[in-house]
């Protein structure tokens, strides 16, 4: 007999990765969620598993010329540039409204070069108030920094090696969907310090106005994201649990609803992040936190015990992927 | 087979001004330009059909400051007249004159100055790149050859962006305050996607959709 209903308190939504414990596993992806502090028409940020903010560099940073986005079928193409108001802004003015609002911060981090990454992340380390660093190494809308250190697995390495140094807090490896080598750059990240690895970030992308023959965003290429790239982000969520078993991942791509976090925690992921699906619908992140609960609910099922459900059942495929 | 159409495109919201409303019946008004999947798809809703809105976001045009009995200038291009039904009512109820100024490349491009008729006690001026409606050439040097000698306090604008472009230095040369409505593709519509800066000073971007999406010319590089 599974375990009744009434045994699951609040707690049936709780996850543990690794070092990092949250409420329940729906978080919000960075630069689809601001500081957070523009959803609080919509979202009860307390409500929220986590909130990964928009990436952050020591110095503000002004970003890319428009334009800057173009929506795409099922999705949209941004090459935002990682525009952001710096760390110290970040620490002075969003962080203590964000506390008092009972949310559970994740400080996305990026930066040119190695020492910017370890600068910024020193300086949130006298913050209070944040669980969780996540390393963006997979950007590719910046001319430097960002993906190039996730295309390389010696980068990686090298880049995690020096972060998990700078930091007490859990730490959480954002990886590229272009690497060459997805699961050797999962592997680098995790034997050099990450606690979680979350994937994926958006996919390099291009679109063309026909009329003018130019690129419709002005930085050429952008980052595609959105319900399109879903399969694709559950096929390497899949294949790097696969290949690193107990590994915490966090699942992002496309994620709209229940039924796109069942599967992605099938897969292996251990928690989502919610990303695009916030521009259409602010409110959507905690009403799938309310779809999960009632499921869970209903089914007498903890979320712990969803995850992972498809890896037993091993394709030809996915194990050609996974041996890289 | 059967198809539910639009589940793809459009995919993300988009972002119009309140062209009027009416708070007693809970009417708003919307003028809308089909150009794209998103626009036709709102052209294609049958009537009674449920759309689902976010709003009202951003600024709004400010008529503070002006005097009974002021003049002003609105300043439209094309699908540019959209935001303006609401605001000459404003501005009527505090009997403030609007000369309204409507370009387009085309007569057809300025059909929507029919919407305009009886909202001013202010002139009208029509004009086309062509020539096939109103004055030939562009409203902004219609409203050039006025302003000078229009005694307006103000001026409105709203239109693409090449008209901001010519009519910025325009209203900066007559020492004339303005406001002009900004149109930038929206992502989201409340400061998360970043995806509308426009350029501002200092090579910093304002987030139209949160700053503006009115703002006064000079705080742009155009």
Known sequence: MVSAPESLGSGALQVRLGPLTLKNPILTASGTFGYGLEFTD??????????CTKGLSLQPHAGNSPPRICETPAGMLNAIGLQNVGAAVFIE?????????GATVIANVWGDVEEDYVAVVEA???AEGLAAIELNISCPNVARGGMLFGNSPSATASLVRRVRAATRRPLIVKLSPNAP???ESARAARETGADVLSLVNTFVGMAIDPETARPRLSFGTGGLSGPAIRPLAVRMVYQVARALPDTPLMGIGGIEGLTDVLEFLAAGAWAVQVGTANFKDPGVSQRIVDELEAYCSARGRSVASLIGRALSSGTAAADAGAEG | MLEIPGRVRPYLRRAYSVADAEPSSGEVEFLVKTIGPGTAALENLAEGSEARLLGPLGNAFRTDGLSEGARVAIVAGGIGAAPFPLLLKALATRSIVADFYLGGRSAREIALASRFVGLTAGKMI?????????????????????AADGGYARAYACGPM???AALAPIVAGLGLAAEF???AAMGCGFGACLGCVLPGANNTYIVSCTTGPILAPEVVRW
């Open chain 1, 93 to 101: 003015e969003k962080l203590p409204r964000l506390r008092q609002l």
């Open chain 1, 181 to 183: 080598d997805l699961i």
């Open chain 1, 42 to 51: 919509f979202v009860d940020l307390s409500r929220l598993g986590g909130l």
């Open chain 1, 124 to 126: 949130l380390e006298k």
């Open chain 2, 181 to 183: 409505s900004t149109e």
């Open chain 2, 162 to 164: 090449p008209m901001f």
């Open chain 2, 126 to 146: 029509l004009t086309t790149d062509d020539g096939s409606a109103g004055e030939k050439g562009f409203v902004t040097g219609a409203f050039a050859r006025r």
